[in-house]
């Protein structure tokens, strides 16, 4: 196929190396001629927009590849049968998948996600290796034991007397607004959000600090009088890394409204207790005498959100609900293999274990589930040559419903919460926030339940924030003096005050140190709502902890699986029955505001106990 073709079919707005370089990309994919390609463009802009006089454009050509996509999906799900006949169209599809024999790109079986060939019958498979990292001599005892406890003095291990409890479960989210287009950034929203999140802080400061506008004002120009400023944490160049930062380095952005989005230099000598990080927004009180330096002379501390409250009518439903029992949240984050064998011994031992013994009432997994920086490597070097039967296995999707799928259906508990992580290899949507993954695909049952990632929801009276974005990993502050020397408390700090998961920006630029692309403009979505959670759990490739930071309880429950293969961890949390002694209680109003009644914190970190566990 020529560019003469691709131009005469689509007009001179194909007339660009990157769309003709597309279109004979999707030609390849697909196994279509250019006159085949035109005729799906002609029935995507009517059926999808109406417009057959649509331009073609990158962006567009990305939504054929999908309704193509879509389209093939469709007709194989209709026709099972003549699944057996279909290739993959790629630059590989000259050689099929054959088990035991050798590849010399086996990348192959990534390229297959691309073409998307629909759901079909996958069977269940556990691969078996010579070297696996899984030591069948190693002795059984060492799994399940307790790592680390927080209450175990107080709270004691229950063993669960009722199962399927009515437990309640809501989201406080809109799943909606995660599905938003990825690779689509604009600079405009981007800078929006990032003043946007500025101007919202500088009005709580001013109800906190009872501060009319007239103090505050740009802390940029030079003045002889002390003002009060809202603005952003940043590096003194835009090329320092957060390994770089120092307090000599620091500088302050401001907003478009308040300092036309200028940067000050930052004197914080009187400043101690605190530390600051790249994107931290911060008040402060201060004088610019040179024109040149903010000097600090107060550091006003961003009030934290409060939590949420029940009456003590719908605390005892909460209490009828679970009975004499403890409520049991078991929480694991993945990877669920090594990073080189597809080998998910501990994930089934795990499921056993907690069929078994456990018997939880929530589970909460979370992604990585297959990690797709391992997968490369683990194709290529123990999965073409294990003799393995591998035609059924069409998509990376099929990897998933082959591997995973079958154990997870296993777990005999009623209600598991998953959410995605940016190295799920069946995830479509990379960057954070992450929209939820799609069970039906997978082949879930309706027990499961897909969240966005970050997520806030309750189940029953606690409401939690879970996140996997690695923010223990990537925010790297800088300390005063007399700052708190424990450095998971301060990012714990950090993070309640901010009212955000990930408040680092811009993330980690060296690609060893990212975990995660980051879309800013959506990072709206990552923030808290009106209440601060009772629960945060944000895995991290730290060592597992949980901690509590300001009543609020932090669970790190660490990896299933090692990189390696060994035992990893996981959290089982048990929370006592609600009754009203155990809560404080606070003066609360109808909605109408015409009536003072008693409502009762939920105070999750003293009613709660949280064991970690090895796998």
């Not at 907003?255 to 101690?272: E, M, Y």
């Not at 994107?279 to 903010?294: E, L, S």
């Amino acid at each position: 196929m020529t560019d003469a073709q691709f131009i005469g079919m689509f007009g001179e707005t194909a007339n660009d190396p990157k769309i003709i370089g597309k279109c004979s990309h999707l030609c390849s994919l697909f196994n279509l001629t250019a006159q085949e390609l035109f005729s799906n463009w002609e029935a995507y802009t009517f059926k999808q927009h109406n417009d057959t006089n649509m331009k073609i454009s990158l962006e567009n050509l990305e939504y054929l590849q999908t309704y193509i996509q879509d389209r093939l999906t469709l007709e194989n799900a209709e026709a099972p049968s003549s699944r057996q006949n279909l290739k993959l169209n790629n630059k590989h599809s000259s050689s099929k998948f054959k088990p035991g024999a050798s590849h010399s790109n086996s990348n192959s079986f990534l390229d297959a996600n691309d073409s998307l060939l629909g759901s079909h019958q996958t069977k269940k498979r556990k691969l078996k290796h010579s070297s696996s990292p899984v030591k069948e001599s190693q002795d059984q005892a060492e799994s399940n034991q307790i790592l680390e406890s927080v209450h175990a003095e107080t709270i004691p291990d229950k063993d669960t007397t009722v199962l399927n409890k009515n437990i309640k479960i809501i989201a406080n989210f809109n799943p909606k607004k995660y599905k938003y287009r990825t690779m689509n950034l604009k600079l405009l929203e981007i800078a929006d959000y990032l003043d946007e999140k500025i101007d919202n802080i500088s009005q709580i400061v001013a109800d906190k600090y009872n501060l009319e506008e007239a103090q505050f004002a740009d802390p940029t120009r030079q003045s002889q009088s002390e003002i009060y400023t809202v603005g952003r944490i940043v590096p003194d160049s835009p090329l320092a890394s957060s390994s770089e930062l120092n307090l000599d380095s620091l500088f302050l952005e401001t907003s478009r409204s308040n300092g036309f989005g200028c940067r000050v230099h930052l004197d914080l000598s009187n400043v101690s207790k605190t530390s600051f990080f790249s994107g931290q927004i911060v008040a402060f009180r201060g004088i610019n005498v040179t024109g040149d330096t903010f000097k600090v002379i107060e550091n006003l501390k961003i009030p934290y959100l409060g939590s949420i409250s029940y009456t003590s009518e719908e605390i005892q439903n909460f209490a009828n609900i679970i009975g004499d029992d403890n409520l049991k949240v078991v929480v694991t984050s993945g990877p669920y293999h090594s990073k080189k064998f597809l080998d998910f011994t501990h994930l089934e031992n795990f499921v056993h274990h907690i069929n078994a013994v456990v018997k939880p009432d929530v589970v909460i997994m979370l992604g990585p589930f297959i990690d797709i920086q391992a997968v490369p490597n683990i194709l290529s070097k123990s999965f073409f040559n294990t003799g393995e039967d591998i035609d059924d296995l069409k998509s990376l999707d099929d990897l998933f419903m082959s591997f995973v799928s079958p154990i997870l259906n296993d777990i005999k508990c009623q209600r598991v919460i998953l959410l995605p992580h940016g190295s799920d290899v069946t995830h479509p949507h990379t960057p954070y926030p992450q929209a939820p993954f799609n069970r039906k695909s997978l082949s879930l049952p309706k027990t499961f339940k897909c969240f966005p990632n970050p997520s806030l929801f309750n189940i029953n009276e606690l409401s939690f924030g879970v996140s996997t974005a690695d923010i223990f990993k990537d925010l790297k502050d800088v300390t005063t003096k007399d700052a708190n020397s424990n450095r998971i408390e301060r990012i714990v700090e950090h993070v309640i005050q901010q009212r955000q998961f990930y408040p680092v920006n811009p993330p980690p630029d060296a690609p060893e140190e990212r975990s995660f692309q980051l879309d800013t403009s959506y990072l709206g979505l990552s923030e808290f709502n009106d209440e601060m959670p009772d629960i945060l759990i944000i895995p991290s490739v730290v060592k597992s902890f949980v901690k509590v930071v300001k009543s609020v309880l932090v669970i790190n429950p660490g990896s299933l699986v090692r990189p390696d293969g060994s035992r990893g961890s996981y959290a089982l949390m048990q929370v006592k029955c609600p009754d009203i002694s155990d809560m404080n209680k606070i003066a609360g109003s109808t909605e109408d505001e015409e009536e003072v009644t008693e409502v009762y914190l939920a105070t999750a970190w003293k009613r709660a106990r949280v064991d970690i566990f090895s796998t």
